[in-house]
Nanobody
């Protein structure tokens, strides 16, 4: 059974940093792209950033460019999200997801597996 488990969320002051981790089990995803999405209260889930199967290509939305960095460790079947210079508008539940193939995509319907999410709260 495939499982994605996020960790590393929490409460942080504006300007602070957090590092999210997502551990996959049940199968290897070394040939698949992975991504991070987030959902704020009352809003739809949105794509944040993604990484190709080998880490060679990454893509992030403008609102997090220069602040968030995605990386992966295929040997550990894990993906990470380093979040710096956090803002109150980054407050959301963050989800990791595994894409259907190896290319980065921001489209949620092109992701097969999803974690349960981890809460990130940024206070002003």
């Amino acid at each position: 059974q495939v499982q994605l488990v996020e960790s590393g969320g929490g409460l942080v002051q504006a300007g602070g940093s957090l590092r999210l981790s997502c551990a996959a089990s049940g199968r290897t995803f070394s040939t698949r792209a992975m991504g991070w999405f987030r959902q704020a209260p009352g809003k739809e889930r949105e794509f944040v950033t993604g990484i190709s199967w080998n880490g060679g290509t990454t893509y992030a939305v403008d609102s997090v460019k220069g602040r968030f960095t995605i990386s992966r460790d295929n040997a550990k079947n894990e993906v990470y999200l380093q979040m710096n210079s956090l803002k109150p508008e980054d407050t959301a539940v963050y989800y990791c997801a595994v894409a259907r193939d190896g290319s980065v995509t921001r489209l949620p319907w092109e992701y097969d597996y999803w974690g349960q999410g981890t809460q990130v709260t940024v206070s002003s």
